[in-house]
């Protein structure tokens, strides 16, 4: 299990488009936020709490026992939009269906190139209207 992160600047949720009925979508539990945090953070190499956060809802939807999620992230490190903030991208395996027992860092906007990465399969797992509003 991951050690917990702290949560410097983080908001409850990012506002989304509304949308006809599409794909179930819930909100992350504290537990699945910090888990989630202290991963991309680690990745950013930044463990001194400066990362903030923007959390979208999750869409629940396994494929191939992963959840494909995407978020918000400002930090040192990052390349980020005019509103300060650029897109993550993770895969989330939960160990029993419900526990979230691994987190994938597969893209972020580390440079031009990787923001670009992000902005993709953001927008391909259904993520794509995430801002900072």
Known sequence: MLAAAPLA???DTIQTAAAPAG???????????????????????VA????????????VKARDGAADYCGLVSGKYV???????SKFYVQLTY????T?????????????????VADSLCQR???GDLSAR
């Open 9 to 11: 600047g983080c908001r």
């Open 23 to 45: 794909p179930a979508k819930r909100e992350l539990t504290d537990a699945e936020k910090q888990t989630i945090a202290h991963a991309v953070s680690m990745k950013m190499n």
């Open 48 to 59: 001194d709490g400066s990362t903030r956060f923007l959390w979208a809802q999750l869409i």
């Open 79 to 85: 390349q980020t939009s005019d509103d300060g903030y």
């Open 95 to 98: 160990g029993d269906g419900q």
């Open 100 to 116: 979230l027992s691994a987190v994938n860092v597969r893209a972020m906007g580390e440079d031009e190139t990787s923001r670009d």
């Open 125 to 127: 797992y259904g993520y």
